[in-house]
């Protein structure tokens, strides 16, 4: 009795792993598709490469050293202002308020590109261009795509630049991956008549939405607005708050709701039609125009980069939240969550570990295009002069400027160019994806 | 069909009601005050005379904007908010009084210290100038100036603690000694008697349709029964836009003259991309493999990354004017008085370069869409029957197979138009082309609400006739597709 127990446990860990391997084989077979694509893989190269610019542009573009001795203590400039800016340390007194570039050091190792994007070089200002004469102290202090009307340095701009450029694309598709998957999921999982729950829990739920609403956002606007001018940590705290209030007063009434479901009345099971109401919304967003209305937004509230990507991310997430919904609608009948179910697992569950992640492939797909799309959207937003504050440098900011000096060549040329470069690789990696995942070609 | 038809119309109510709300919603968080924008050449001599004579024309101006009425059909916020807030004037003061009433709570008292500042500002400006009493009068005016616009509890009291300085520094100031007692007394009544637990209480108001928002889309003009005249708008669903704010046109006049160029531009356009588009992919498709499909596939792959906005600002740098080419004009102003044919000559002219960066990006899609067509039909059995037979191969591609891939390219072109009319904006901003997206731009930038509303209304309308006009000619084109069943 216990060898054939023994041979079934066996049995099942077989199968088990057996489906381990699959769903391993499956991503597995995806990347060697994708390999297999070498503009693809090249585009994923280039935005790596990239993103490498983004993450250390601190290092390569800065008019701090990257070490330093001066007077006789050895410093980590560029290190040590992450410090600073959190807090942490401070500059002794000899280093506050300095120009770093002309600090009398003992030795110095600078980063590549010896400027920050706001650092004003007056003796090559009014629009020095990369073959122009520049009035620098060596050839290392030169200006490789020239500089503006106030001096400062095109490329430590467009290294910097790059970082915005990421920063953007990746959260506004990020905040729309995460609402397009929410809603998508409820809608093509439950459908219209998936989701019954009481009567109490209905009107609840919807009575106290608005009461957490005003508990979270409304009596506390002005302390969320404050915090927002403050700084960014202090901002995110206090939306955090917000957000633990919110979700605080909705669970807790839903409690309160499995309690009084006892009571037959209150108890009886209305249907909520999940799928009509997300449809209904996305048709609604769908037919806003979006470019409007993100430059509407943009245009009349404060200059800040949060809110460029809050907003393309707000006004981005149906195309993802559809192909959940079809994706879910074709998934839910098949024989494997049917299995989920008949083994007892909650909706829940199913979802996330079932059914999502087969329904994942062609989100990725459209995230890819996605930030193609937000970079593109910020580019002109910036390229307007909207959106982001004036002190940032962004390559739609650049790229505005040469509209009020056409002779500066540079100032059109390169901008464009990065936008151009980013955007298109950005696209081939969703094409590559596309191949890579369309299962029609797979053998 | 006829019944779906209804059904969609029906569906659009709901979605520009959404719309309408959304773009209200933004013109009422917004900052800025547009009564003081249209008002801002006025600025009188600082007497008292004049202090009241400008508020006057403010109340007369804002009353006549509609906006001296609650915004919406009902509130819900804290308690401690009044319902009479929105009667106060001024934009700032409204804000800082609402900024005090999150601090304190206490409307009564709070209300009673601002309209203690207003009488202490009419005294101080009733003062006559005098050759001692200018400097402690300016910073007099100065002070109150601050106190309308704090709501920090230190900075008020730094205010209040330097104006006895001032009213010490001429012997005229003296009088003002009795109306600042009163204030000081008001101010402390303020920070004494709090209610700040009011803020934390939810409260719903109702205002009714006496509301800015209703005046705005429906109209305050009735219904039904004798027209007294007593009215300000007809709304929004009337055919009533408002007036514009910058140059008081009527907003659809300014509309009007702004969609004209809007849509035949969009028409040109898409008519240019169909005619490039199509025998390109037609030419790819038979092509299959081939170099020159290659080719063209990558370069129209290119061109659809090119972002529209980089490649108008380097064809306005080096083709028009300025230190390169002089080819094109760099400013958009076609002479259209002398008869059609010069007309054509004029606006070629002129749109010329838009066209070109108006269009090649839409090519790709297009071409892309018209090659897989082309493909799927070229395998299906009656195109080898067709070969089978003999017939030409350019017979082929161009009797039986093209009529089939045609027709789902055409459909397309409701697809295609909404989002036209989205993306001209980059068009028209650069190029400088006064259709709707560059007076819609124009209008968000400079606060011209009423423009806003209308091209956001617009641009809506057209984005769901378009998706609509799309989806009836896919079940004109395609019988199988059917509107009456549910799925």
């Known amino acids: ?122 003796a ?21 795509l020239g500089t503006d009307d106030l001096g400062r340095d095109v490329l430590a701009g467009m290294i910097h630049a790059t970082r915005i450029a990421f920063a953007v694309g990746l959260i506004s598709m990020g905040i729309a991956t995460l609402i397009g998957i929410f809603l998508g999921t409820l809608a093509g999982y439950l459908g219209d008549t998936g989701l019954r729950i009481s009567r109490v829990r209905f009107w609840l ?84 125009p979006g470019l409007f209305l993100i430059i509407a937004i943009v245009a009349v509230a404060k200059p800040s980069l949060i809110l460029v990507m809050v907003v393309i991310g707000v006004t981005g997430w149906t195309g993802i939240a559809r192909l959940i919904r079809a994706e879910l609608l074709k998934v839910r009948n098949l024989e494997y969550v049917e299995a989920a179910q008949a083994m007892g697992f909650s909706d829940i569950r199913i979802m996330l570990r079932h059914a999502i992640p087969n329904a994942l492939s062609p989100v990725l797909i459209a995230v890819a295009f996605g930030i193609a799309g937000a970079i593109l959207t910020e580019a002109f937003l910036s390229f307007l002069g909207l959106g982001v504050p004036a002190e940032v440098v962004t390559w739609g900011s650049l790229l505005n400027l040469s509209r ?27 094409e590559g994806l596309t191949d890579a995942l369309d299962p029609r070609l797979r053998k | 069909m006829f019944k779906y038809v209804i059904k969609r119309i029906l569906i659009f109510i709901p979605t520009l009601l959404v719309v309408s709300l959304l773009t209200f919603a933004l013109s009422s968080i917004a900052p800025g005050d547009p009564v003081e924008q249209m008002l801002s050449s006025q600025t009188g001599e600082g007497t008292s005379a004049n202090l009241q004579a400008n508020e006057q024309a403010y109340i007369e101006k804002r009353r006549e904007l509609g906006l001296d009425l609650p915004i919406f059909y009902f509130s819900f916020g804290q308690m401690a908010i009044p319902d009479t807030l929105h009667r106060i004037p001024k934009r700032a003061h409204r804000d800082n009084l609402s900024r005090l009433i999150n601090q304190h709570g206490n409307w009564d008292e709070i209300s009673d210290y601002y309209y203690e500042i207003k009488d202490f500002e009419k005294d101080v400006y009733n003062i006559p100038k005098d050759s001692l009493n200018a400097t402690p009068l300016i910073n007099m005016k100065d002070a109150i100036k601050s106190l309308y616009a704090n709501y920090d509890k230190e900075d008020i009291e730094k205010q209040l603690s330097d104006i006895p300085k001032f009213i010490g520094g001429a012997p005229s100031m003296g009088k003002l000694q009795s109306s600042f007692d009163q204030l000081k007394s008001k101010h402390t009544a303020m920070v004494t008697n709090t209610s700040s637990w009011k803020n934390w209480v939810p409260s719903f108001k109702f205002y009714g349709t006496e509301n800015r928002y209703h005046n705005w889309f429906f109209g305050d003009k009735p219904w039904f029964g004798k027209d007294d005249g007593n009215w300000r708008s007809a709304g929004f669903v009337r055919g009533d836009f408002g007036i514009s704010y910058k140059d008081q046109r009527p907003v659809s006049t300014v509309l009007w003259e702004a969609i004209r160029w809007t849509f035949g531009i969009n028409i ?102 018209m090659r897989g067509g082309m493909l799927t039909v070229l395998g299906q059995d009656y195109i080898r029957t067709a070969r089978a037979k003999g017939l030409a191969e350019g017979k082929i591609t161009w009797k039986h197979a093209l009529r089939n891939s045609l027709l789902p390219i055409i459909t397309l072109f409701a697809n295609v138009f909404p989002r036209a009319i989205g993306g001209s904006i980059i068009i028209e901003i650069l190029f ?32 769901l006739v378009g998706y609509l006009v799309a989806d009836i000619l896919y079940g004109v084109v395609d019988p199988r597709i059917s509107f009456s069943s549910k799925k």
């Open chain 1, 1 to 122: 009795m216990s060898g054939t127990k023994h041979n079934a446990g066996d049995h099942i860990d077989a199968s088990r792993e057996e489906v381990n391997e699959m769903n391993q084989s499956y991503w597995a077979y995806v990347k060697r598709q994708f390999r297999k694509n070498k503009r693809a893989l090249f585009s994923l190269y280039f935005v790596m490469f990239l993103a490498f610019i983004a993450v250390f542009a601190d290092f390569i573009a800065n008019e701090k050293p990257i070490v330093a001795k001066y007077k006789g203590t050895t410093y980590f400039p560029v290190i040590k202002q992450y410090g600073v800016s959190l807090g942490l340390t401070k500059w002794p007194k000899e280093l506050q308020n300095v120009k770093w570039q002309n600090l009398e050091y003992d030795y110095a190792i600078f980063p590549p590109i010896p400027y920050l994007p706001k650092n004003t070089d007056m």
């Open chain 1, 124 to 144: 090559n200002a009014q629009f020095t261009g990369p073959f122009d004469e520049q009035r620098v102290k060596s050839k290392r202090w030169w200006h490789w």
């Open chain 1, 205 to 288: 739920n919807i009575f106290f939405f608005f009461i957490a609403l005003f508990y979270a956002f409304g009596a506390r606007s002005y302390i969320l607005s404050d915090a927002i001018s403050n700084s960014i940590i202090s901002f995110v705290g206090q939306l955090l708050i917000s957000f633990l209030i919110f979700f605080g007063i909705l669970g807790a009434v839903n409690l309160l709701a499995s309690v009084l479901k006892r009571i037959p009345f209150l108890g009886q099971k209305v249907n909520v039609p999940v799928d009509l109401a997300v449809s209904r919304l996305i048709e609604v967003i769908v037919s806003i």
């Open chain 1, 404 to 430: 009020s000096a056409p002779a500066a060549w540079w100032l059109a040329i390169f901008p464009g160019f990065a936008i151009f470069l980013t955007v298109t690789f950005f696209n081939l990696i969703g």
């Open chain 2, 268 to 369: 040109i356009a898409i008519i240019i991309t169909y005619l490039v588009a199509i025998p390109l992919g037609i030419f790819s498709a038979r092509n299959k493999g081939s170099i020159s499909d290659q080719i063209i596939t990558t370069i129209l792959f290119l061109l659809y990354a090119l972002p529209s906005f980089w490649i108008g600002t380097l064809m306005i740098i080096y083709l028009c004017g300025g230190d390169y080419l002089d080819w094109f004009p760099p400013f958009f102003r076609p002479d259209l008085s002398g008869g059609l044919l010069n007309d054509i000559k004029e606006l070629s002219y002129y749109l010329f370069l838009p066209m070109i960066c108006w269009v090649y990006g839409s090519f790709a899609f297009l071409s892309r869409q």
């Open chain 2, 432 to 463: 400088s082309i006064p259709g709707m997206g560059k007076v819609g731009y124009e209008a968000v930038v400079a606060r011209n609400y009423p423009i806003v509303f209308a091209v956001m209304m617009f641009a809506s309308i057209l984005t």
